[in-house]
T-cell receptor, first 113, second 114 residues
Framework: DGGITQSPKYLFRKEGQNVTLSCEQNLNHDAMYWYRQDPGQGLRLIYYSQIVNDFQKGDIAEGYSVSREKKESFPLTVTSAQKNPTAFYLC????????????FGSGTQLSVL | GQQLNQSPQSMFIQEGEDVSMNCTSSSIFNTWLWYKQEPGEGPVLLIALYKAGELTSNGRLTAQFGITRKDSFLNISASIPSDVGIYFCAGQPNSHQGAQKLVFGQGTRLTINP
């Protein structure tokens, strides 16, 4: 089935450690996105990529990094510079064109040990 | 920046009741998307609206794109226990500019008493 796969489902980070969240899509979408969701809050955009080998900062990019070496993959690294990393992270992808739709993965819950 | 006001923030209803929620903005949107999110999962797209006045159904769900293009409504008829979750609206101010421009509502948490 086509979709967006995020892994792992749960991730724990030690202080000073970088961790990487995986996101893979087989929807043949050009654009991919990373959002952060905190309890009781809306979604906040971290990074997005509209094409391979290019990505842009979203609203809350500090402390995060991404790469887009393949169309299917858009991994997110939460660096040690992110002082409050505990959140639910959502990867998404969208088709381009007039009738855009955004589809989400099942999320990764990151917690700090 | 642009903001969406989604209301109500939470709803507690009896099974079988109808549900209505809405999103409003002071700005015009060209696309409205409605999502449902269950605990520990990603949002699932329910309905997409692309034209002012458009009314679209998906089973017991019906959503409308407001005529003023500043609001959208989602109705759920004859609610059942599996409707429990958080419902989000998202508005796209301009077409062809990518989903990075999407503005999300804060969500409506739906709880159903059996």
């Amino acid at each position: 089935d086509g979709g967006i796969t995020q892994s792992p489902k749960y991730l724990f980070r030690k202080e000073g450690q970088n961790v990487t969240l995986s996101c893979e899509q087989n929807l043949n979408h050009d654009a991919m996105y990373w959002y952060r969701q905190d309890p009781g809050q809306g979604l906040r955009l971290i990074y997005y990529s509209q094409i391979v080998n290019d990505f842009q900062k979203g609203d809350i990019a500090e402390g995060y990094s991404v790469s887009r070496e393949k169309k299917e993959s858009f991994p997110l690294t939460v660096t040690s510079a992110q002082k409050n990393p505990t959140a639910f992270y959502l990867c998404a992808s969208s088709s381009t064109g007039r009738r855009e739709k955004l589809f989400f993965g099942s999320g990764t819950q990151l917690s700090v040990l | 920046g642009q903001q969406l006001n989604q209301s109500p923030q939470s709803m507690f209803i009896q099974e079988g009741e109808d549900v209505s929620m809405n999103c409003t903005s002071s700005s015009i949107f060209n696309t409205w998307l409605w999502y449902k999110q269950e605990p520990g999962e990603g949002p699932v797209l329910l309905i997409a609206l692309y034209k002012a006045g458009e009314l679209t159904s998906n089973g017991r769900l019906t959503a409308q794109f407001g005529i003023t293009r500043k609001d959208s409504f989602l109705n759920i008829s004859a609610s059942i226990p599996s409707d429990v979750g958080i419902y989000f609206c998202a508005g796209q101010p301009n077409s062809h500019q990518g989903a990075q421009k999407l503005v999300f509502g804060q969500g409506t948490r739906l709880t159903i008493n059996p």
